[in-house]
């Protein structure tokens, strides 16, 4: 199955790959999983206890430990605290993007295979 989307056909990485003589090999893709089918997939090959430790685990994460260690205490400190301490405000939204294809991208392999050409490269290294 083809993801059918309006995209570009030529984008300025695309246009930059075409100049050299040789294939692109990125080697630093970034992805980032969808919690809720990674769940589900668990869910279904070790089981529901297991699936369902995993998710309290993760939002037990994401409610303890923001990312960026310096920062991950900040909403439970008290305004002095964080200034003695010079803890910053995480971001709410870590990924920002004005497209969400681009988020999509990063959480759907075949849609990232896809776009590859688009984003200027032959080959990647997930």
Same mark, same amino acid.
């Given at each position: 199955m083809t993801i059918a989307l309006e995209?570009? %056909?030529k984008t300025k990485s695309a246009q930059i790959r075409e100049k050299f003589g040789y294939p692109i090999i990125d080697t630093d893709v970034q992805t980032q999983?969808?919690?809720p089918a990674f769940l589900d997939y668990?869910?279904?090959v070790a089981g529901s206890a297991l699936s369902f430790a995993l998710?309290?685990?993760i939002a037990e994460h994401f409610q303890e430990h923001?990312?960026?260690?310096?920062?991950? %205490?900040w909403f439970k400190q008290t305004w002095e605290e964080c200034r003695n301490y010079c803890t910053t405000r995480p971001a709410f939204w870590t990924r920002s993007t004005n497209d969400a294809v681009d988020l999509a991208t990063?959480?759907?392999p075949k849609l990232l295979?896809?776009?590859l050409q688009e984003a200027g490269t032959n080959f990647a290294v997930v």
């Open positions: 995209r570009p %056909k999983e969808f919690p668990l869910e279904q998710a309290e685990g923001l990312p960026g260690s310096s920062r991950s %205490k990063i959480s759907i295979h896809e776009r």
